[in-house]
Structures are given as structure tokens and as C-alpha cells.
């Protein structure tokens, strides 16, 4: 057979059929462990979060992100990009967050499948150079309006679901979160004035900073991806920012590790306190920040504790 066909030819059936395989195992529930009903596909767990508890049980939802990872940097196996492209919708965040999955979700999106950004559906603010900033989620009136736009893309994308259910799910959810914000204004409203400035690893927070009336000011690595790198210059001017705001915390986040905020510490003479937050990953359950809203109160503690303590 070999002979008839040619080198190049057999090497170009079995890609084929290896392509084959792995498309027909995703659509058929195979990457999914047989679960043959209508696909969610969601980027990052953030959104895999909130968007499960919209679906519920009316289709399946793979989520390509795992626990304690990095948005900016995570990528996709040959499976989970087949998945994308067999889903009856994706749900990604957008604004430039997933920057290793973009191309795989502008390829599903080119062959057809619904393709939802919620980042870019949330009122999204802008970071000083004017790069659209990604990190909506830490708003939880943002993710409110998010979550009912994924509910819509839901009814309107995937067929087969309940919309009664959907909306159901959706519904409770919403006061869920509206709960959560009304809780975070309670535990923001102790820190004093004076204390409400943030400094993190990098620029994380703006949005939860524009609805809870907090400054910004700066970050050890001052971009809004964890992929850029401080300079000696960088670190000198916020040094100066710091102890000009009298700011001495830190906030770094949990899934990275501090050795940046370690560096600061240094350069500020050893008193600064480094406090761990949950800022663009969830965690495995049971482990800190198993959800969206674990996530939230987790950081709301963390952050009003930090900063009214002496």
C-alpha cells in the first residue's frame, strides 16, 4: 500500500485521520468523559465559575483552565483546542487576557461557532497607556451584568436548553452577587480614608477600585499582564509613591509567587507586610477560593484586614 501511495500522500491520511479522531472525540463527549450534551467551552475558571452556575444542568460546561493558573500565559492541548471548535458556544474573557488562547478562539469563531467575550460586553475601563483593562471581574456589579449576558448567549446558542432554567439559574445568581456587593461595601466601609490605596504585583484592581473607592497607586510590575517585567526605574518610582502615600502593604497575588513583592520589601527597608490574594485564578475546591464568590469574600477579608491593621 505504501508503494501505491507515496510518502508524502500516507503522511498526509494519517494526519488526517489523527485530526479525525481528536475533532470526533471532543464532539462526541469523549474529552468530556461521554458527557454527549450540548457543550459550554470557558476559557478561564473565573468564567467557567459563573457561567456553571447559570447552565446548571442544561449542558455540559468544560472549563480549559485549570485551578491556580495564569491567564496570561496558560495554553491549550491539541484536545482542548479541538473542543473550542466543537463547542455549541465559548465563553472568553477577551481585552487581550487569554493571550495564549486567542488564536484558537478566533479559528473556533472562523468555523463557526458563537463566541461570547464578556470582558468586552462589561464596560471596560482602560489602563494609563490606554490598553483596555481585563480584570473586570474583580466588580462585582460587572459580573452581574456579565452573568446575564452569558444567560443570553446560552438561550440564544445552545440548543436543547431549558430556557426557564436557564433563566432560573441565572436569577439566583444575580442575588448571589448582588449579596456579595452589598457585603464587600459593609467590609470596605471600616478602612479609613487615608488606608484606601492599593499596591499590587501587578495592575489587578482598577475595577474593584473605581466601585469601592479605592486609589491605585502603582504596582511592582506595572502592566496589566503578569508576562512583563519591572525595571530598576520602575521599582525606584514606586518606592517613592509608597512612602510618599504612606502605603506598607502589598497585596500579591496567591497563584504567583511573591518574589517581586519580596524585592519591594527590600528595597523599602524590610517594612512592608505582603498580604496573598486570589486575583486571576480560583483555586482547587476546598482550598481558599473554590469559586467566584469564595474568591471575592477571601480577597475582601484579606484586603480590609490589611489595611487597618497596625
Not at 446558542?157 to 456587593?181: F, S
Not at 477600585?209 to 508576562?227: K, N
Request: hydrophobic residues 40%.
Amino acid at each position: 500500500m505504501s508503494a501505491l501511495m507515496g510518502v508524502p500522500r500516507m503522511r498526509a491520511l494519517l494526519v488526517s485521520l489523527v485530526g479525525f479522531f481528536v475533532v470526533a472525540g471532543a464532539a462526541t463527549g469523549c474529552a468530556g468523559g461521554g458527557d454527549e450534551r450540548p457543550r459550554v467551552v470557558v476559557t478561564t475558571n473565573i468564567l467557567g465559575d459563573i457561567t456553571r452556575e447559570i447552565v446548571g444542568d442544561e449542558a455540559g460546561v468544560s472549563v480549559l483552565m485549570k485551578p491556580n493558573a495564569d491567564p496570561h500565559s496558560f495554553g491549550l492541548s491539541a484536545v482542548q483546542a479541538a473542543e473550542l471548535e466543537n463547542a455549541d458556544l465559548v465563553v472568553h474573557n477577551g481585552l487581550g487576557l487569554e493571550e495564549n488562547v486567542l488564536r484558537h478562539v478566533e479559528a473556533a469563531r472562523e468555523s463557526g461557532v458563537a463566541t461570547f467575550a464578556a470582558g468586552e460586553a462589561a464596560d471596560p475601563l482602560t489602563f494609563h497607556a490606554g490598553q483596555p483593562d481585563p480584570h473586570f471581574w474583580t466588580d462585582p456589579d460587572r459580573v452581574r451584568e456579565a452573568a446575564g449576558l452569558i444567560a443570553d448567549q446560552v438561550v440564544e446558542h445552545v440548543e436543547g436548553v431549558d430556557e426557564k432554567k436557564v433563566r432560573e439559574n441565572a436569577e439566583r445568581y444575580d442575588g448571589q452577587l448582588a449579596d456579595l456587593t452589598g457585603w464587600m461595601e459593609k467590609s470596605f466601609a471600616a478602612i479609613p480614608e487615608d488606608r484606601r490605596a492599593l499596591v499590587t504585583n501587578h495592575h489587578v484592581f482598577g475595577y474593584l477600585a473605581d466601585r469601592f473607592g479605592f486609589r491605585v497607586i502603582g504596582a511592582v510590575i506595572p502592566s496589566g499582564t503578569t508576562l512583563a517585567s519591572p525595571s530598576s526605574s520602575d521599582l525606584r518610582s514606586l518606592t517613592r509613591a509608597m512612602e510618599k502615600a504612606k502605603v506598607r502593604t502589598v497585596f500579591a497575588d496567591s497563584s504567583q509567587p511573591t518574589r517581586l513583592a519580596e524585592v519591594l520589601r527590600q528595597e523599602m527597608g524590610g517594612d512592608v507586610d505582603v498580604v496573598a490574594l486570589y486575583s486571576e485564578s480560583l483555586t482547587e475546591k476546598g482550598k481558599g477560593a473554590g469559586t467566584y464568590l469564595e474568591m471575592m469574600r477571601a480577597n475582601t477579608s484579606a484586603m480590609a484586614e490589611g489595611l487597618t491593621g497596625d
